[in-house]
Antibody, heavy 119, light 107 residues
Framework: EVQLVESGGGLVKPGGSLRLSCAAS????????MNWVRQAPGKGLEWVSS????????YYADSVKGRFTISRDNAKNSLYLQMNSLRAEDTAVYYC????????????WGQGTMVTVSS | DIQMTQSPSSLSASVGDRVTITCQAS??????LNWYQQKPGKAPKLLIY???NLETGVPSRFSGSGSGTDFTFTISSLQPEDIATYYC?????????FGQGTKLEIK
C-alpha cells in the first residue's frame, strides 16, 4: 500500500525548533518530488516547501524562507522538515505530499502531524 | 505572485443536485489547475489534475474544465459522501497556491 506517515509534531515555544519526518512506503520514493503543505486550525491549505527526487531543486514559500529547511534521505525513504525560529503563526497540521509524475499535483498525502507554537 | 479566487466560500445543495465551484487566477496559468476534496479531520484528496483530468479511482460525477484564468469544478449529481471542503490549486513560478476553499453542505 502506498503510504506516507508524518511524525515529530508537538508543542514548542516561540523561537524554538522542531524537526518533522515523513516515512514513505509502497512506492519508489527516490523517483518522486515531495512537498510539505500546512493547514492552520480552521483555515485553508498552504504550500510550504518542495524538494526534487535527487534534492537538486528545493523551493520554499516566502512565509518560511530562511527559517525552514526541507531535506530527504532516499536510502531511508524519508522526507524531513527542519523548522527553526518558530512563530505562533506556524501553528498548523503539517502534511507531506507526493508530487504526481507528469503533473504539478499532489496525489498521495500523509495523515498530518500537528505543530503548536505557544508559550 | 498569482492569486486564486475561489467561489463560493460555502454552498448548500440537495442530494442529486448539480454543483459548480469556480476558481479564477490573477493571470494566465494555462491548464495548471488541480482540485482537491478534504473531509473533516482528513488529508486532502486529489480529484482533478491539469484542469480536466480525473484522478484514478475518482467517481465520474466529478469533472473539471477551463484554461487560462477561469476554471470550473462540477459534481453532476451530489451524493451524501461528497460533503467536504473543496480547494483549487495552481502551480506557477516554482510555487503552489491554493484557493480559499468551498465548504459544501447538504440542504
Amino acid at each position: 500500500e502506498v503510504q506516507l506517515v508524518e511524525s515529530g509534531g508537538g508543542l514548542v515555544k516561540p523561537g524554538g525548533s522542531l524537526r518533522l519526518s515523513c516515512a514513505a512506503s509502497g512506492f519508489t520514493f527516490s523517483s518522486y518530488s515531495m512537498n510539505w503543505v500546512r493547514q492552520a486550525p480552521g483555515k485553508g491549505l498552504e504550500w510550504v516547501s518542495s524538494i526534487s527526487s535527487s534534492s537538486s531543486y528545493i523551493y520554499y514559500a516566502d512565509s518560511v524562507k530562511g527559517r525552514f529547511t526541507i531535506s530527504r534521505d532516499n536510502a531511508k525513504n524519508s522526507l524531513y522538515l527542519q523548522m527553526n525560529s518558530l512563530r505562533a503563526e506556524d501553528t498548523a497540521v503539517y502534511y507531506c505530499a507526493r508530487e504526481k509524475v507528469g503533473a504539478d499535483a499532489f496525489d498521495i498525502w500523509g495523515q498530518g502531524t500537528m505543530v503548536t507554537v505557544s508559550s | 505572485d498569482i492569486q486564486m479566487t475561489q467561489s463560493p466560500s460555502s454552498l448548500s445543495a440537495s442530494v442529486g443536485d448539480r454543483v459548480t465551484i469556480t476558481c479564477q487566477a490573477s493571470q494566465d496559468i494555462s491548464n495548471y489547475l488541480n482540485w482537491y476534496q478534504q473531509k473533516p479531520g482528513k488529508a486532502p484528496k486529489l480529484l482533478i489534475y491539469d484542469a480536466s483530468n480525473l484522478e484514478t479511482g475518482v467517481p465520474s460525477r466529478f469533472s473539471g474544465s477551463g484554461s487560462g484564468t477561469d476554471f470550473t469544478f462540477t459534481i453532476s449529481s451530489l451524493q451524501p459522501e461528497d460533503i467536504a471542503t473543496y480547494y483549487c490549486q495552481q502551480y506557477d513560478n516554482l510555487m503552489y497556491t491554493f484557493g480559499q476553499g468551498t465548504k459544501l453542505e447538504i440542504k
